[in-house]
C-alpha cells in the first residue's frame, strides 16, 4: 500500500493525461464530420497522431536526459495543452493535422517519463505489483477517453477547453510531487531489424496489431456515425473495444504460455477474420448487435501486441530486451501512420463496411505468413512469460524485461 501511495501522483497523471489526449480523437471525427470534412482528411488527423507519437517516442528521453524527469513531462503536457486550445483558433484539416502532432507527441512523451519515473523506483519485489497497477490505470484511461465523448459537445469550443483543462490537470501531481527525480537512463538505441532478426511474424504481428488498432479507434467513429450511431452510442461502441481486449489478457495470455504462440496469433487472426465478416454482414441491423460486434472483434484483435511481443522476446537476450521492445514499438507506429489514412479513403469508396474488409485482409495475410514460418523453424527460443505489453513508449522494456524472465511455472501471471 504504501509503494502504490508513494506512485499515485504517477498514476494520476497518467489518467488525466490519458483522458484528455485520448479523448480528442472520437472528438476531432465527431468535429470533423460536423465541420464538412471529407472521410480522408479525418483519417489524416489519426495518422497526424501517430506521426507525432513515434516522433514523441524518440525525442522524449533525449530531452528528459537534458531538463529532467518533472521538466519534460511539464514540456509535453503543456505542447498537448496548447493543441487542444488551439483547435478552433485555426479550423482546418492540415491546421488540426499540425496540432495532432503535437497530441501524440504529448502523449509519448509523458508515457516515457512516467514509465522511466517508475523503472527506476520499483524494486524486484514491487514490480510486478506497480506494473498491474499501471496497466489498470491505464486501460482504466483509455476506457473513460472512449467515453468522453459522450458528453462533449461535436465542434465546440467548450469542449475542446474542457479536454485542454484536463491536460493541465495532469501538471499538478507529478511536478508537485515531493518525490526525488531519479537519475535519467540511457534512451535506448531504435534498432527496428532487430525485431526482423528475432521473429519476422512477431514484426509483422504488430504491424497488423496497429492496422487493427488504430484504424478502428481512429477511423470507427466515421463508421459509427455512417451507420446511424449518435454519439453517445459511438462512445460505447469504441468503449466496447477496449474493454473486450481487456478481458482477454487473462484468457489469451494463459493459452500463449500453454501453446506455441504462432498457432495463438493464428487462431486469433481467424477470429478477428470471423469478426470483420460478421460485422459486414449483419450491418447496423441493431444498436445492440454492433456493440456486441466491437466487443468481439477488442476480444480476438487487441492482444495480439502483446502475443507477437511474447514471442519475439522468446528469440531476445536478456540485454536485448529493451532495444527490442523500442523495434516493436518502431514497426507499430509504422502501421499505426499508415492505417487511419488508407481506411478513411477506402471507406470514401467504397462505403463503411471497407474499415472491416481492410483489417480482415490484413489479418489474413498474417494467417498465411503464419503458416509459412512454422515451415521454415521450429518454436524454439528460450520461452517467456507472456506479459500484456502496452504501447506507450520505447522505455516501457525496461519495466517489462525482469516479469518475462520470471515464469516459475504459473502461467500468464502478469496479464
Not at 466496447?240 to 481486449?245: D, E, P, Q
Not at 486469433?268 to 447496423?284: E, K, R, Y
Request: charged share 10%.
Amino acid at each position: 500500500m504504501r509503494m502504490l501511495i508513494s506512485f499515485s501522483a504517477l498514476f494520476l497523471s497518467v489518467a488525466l493525461m490519458q483522458l484528455a489526449t485520448g479523448g480528442v480523437g472520437p472528438l476531432d471525427v465527431l468535429s470533423g464530420i460536423t465541420l464538412g470534412f471529407s472521410t480522408a482528411q479525418i483519417g489524416l488527423l489519426g495518422s497526424a497522431h501517430f506521426l507525432g507519437f513515434f516522433i514523441g517516442c524518440w525525442w522524449a528521453p533525449r530531452l528528459m536526459g537534458s531538463v529532467g524527469h518533472s521538466r519534460a513531462f511539464a514540456a509535453f503536457t503543456a505542447t498537448g495543452a496548447i493543441s487542444l486550445i488551439a483547435h478552433f483558433l485555426w479550423i482546418d484539416p492540415w491546421g488540426w493535422a499540425l496540432m495532432r502532432i503535437a497530441s501524440g507527441l504529448c502523449v509519448a512523451g509523458c508515457y516515457t517519463v512516467v514509465e522511466a519515473w517508475l523503472q527506476a523506483k520499483v524494486t524486484n519485489e514491487t514490480r510486478g505489483r506497480a506494473m498491474g497497477t499501471y496497466r489498470i490505470v491505464d486501460m482504466g484511461g483509455s476506457l473513460c477517453a472512449q467515453m468522453v465523448i459522450s458528453v462533449l459537445e461535436p465542434a465546440s469550443y467548450v469542449s475542446y477547453n474542457l479536454l485542454a483543462i484536463i491536460c493541465c490537470a495532469a501538471l499538478l501531481p507529478l511536478t508537485l510531487s515531493k518525490s526525488a527525480q531519479p537519475e535519467t537512463p540511457d534512451a535506448p538505441r531504435l534498432r527496428p531489424m532487430l525485431a526482423v532478426a528475432s521473429s519476422p511474424l512477431a514484426a509483422a504481428g504488430v504491424v497488423v496489431a496497429a492496422l487493427s488498432s488504430a484504424s478502428f479507434r481512429m477511423v470507427g467513429p466515421v463508421y459509427g456515425a455512417e451507420v446511424g450511431l449518435a454519439a453517445d452510442q459511438i462512445a460505447w461502441f469504441l468503449a466496447a473495444f477496449v474493454l473486450g481486449g481487456a478481458l482477454a489478457q487473462y484468457p489469451v495470455g494463459w493459452l500463449a504460455d500453454k501453446f506455441d504462440r504462432r498457432w495463438v496469433l493464428i487462431w486469433l487472426s481467424a477470429a478477428a477474420v470471423l469478426s470483420c465478416f460478421v460485422t459486414i454482414f449483419l450491418g447496423p441491423s441493431s444498436t445492440t448487435i454492433i456493440m456486441m460486434n466491437a466487443g468481439l472483434f477488442g476480444l480476438t484483435a487487441f492482444p495480439i501486441y502483446s502475443v507477437a511481443s511474447a514471442h519475439a522476446n522468446d528469440f531476445a537476450t536478456s540485454e536485448e530486451r529493451v532495444e527490442l521492445a523500442a523495434a516493436l514499438m518502431f514497426f507499430y507506429a509504422l502501421g499505426a501512420i499508415a492505417a487511419p489514412l488508407v481506411a478513411s479513403g477506402l471507406i470514401d469508396w467504397f462505403g463503411p463496411a471497407a474499415l472491416f474488409i481492410l483489417i480482415a485482409a490484413g489479418h489474413a495475410v498474417l494467417i498465411v505468413f503464419g503458416l509459412s514460418r512454422m515451415r521454415v523453424r521450429d518454436s524454439g527460443g528460450n520461452r517467456t512469460r507472456y506479459v500484456y505489453a502496452p504501447r506507450t513508449s520505447f522505455t516501457i522494456g525496461r519495466l517489462m524485461g525482469r516479469q518475462r524472465e520470471k515464469r516459475n511455472g504459473q502461467g500468464p501471471g502478469d496479464v
